[in-house]
């Protein structure tokens, strides 16, 4: 099943929106930015590549993510996350749901540390395949 969700990565050079179809939800998020973790590092190390920043290795990291124009460009986003900052990146998670008259409304989920965010719901998810 599709959990679809925005990323925006927030910077000086102005904001990316990157979107991505499946997986959108904290545990698959965690996944993906774990992953743009693994780039980053793999990256450090070599030393032969540290071209781009987070928004540039969370594409590299994820198939079937993509550049959009907004996040808000897409209305069946079911999870919004918004990324601050390079080493020492900050995350804030929204959850959209519907009103029964059809509104949409936003309830922050998370707030904090991207690492923090990674190791929680790493672990969630850890512990929902055991």
Not at 101 to 112: H, L
């Amino acid at each position: 099943m599709a959990t679809r969700a925005t990323y925006t990565f927030k910077s000086d050079f102005g904001d990316k929106h990157i979107y991505i179809h499946w997986d959108g939800y904290p545990e698959g998020a965690a996944q993906y930015f774990q992953k743009m973790m693994e780039i980053r590092e793999e990256q450090r190390q070599s030393l032969s590549d540290l071209r781009g920043g987070l928004t540039e290795q969370f594409i590299r990291a994820n198939r079937g993510a993509e550049f959009t124009s907004h996040w808000e460009d897409h209305g069946d986003t079911e999870w919004h996350y918004e990324i601050s900052g390079g080493s020492n990146a900050t995350l804030k998670v929204i959850k959209f749901s519907y009103d029964d008259s059809g509104e949409r409304m936003g309830q922050r989920r998370f707030e904090g540390p991207l690492t923090e965010f990674i190791g929680k719901y790493l672990q969630e998810s850890n512990d929902h395949a055991n």
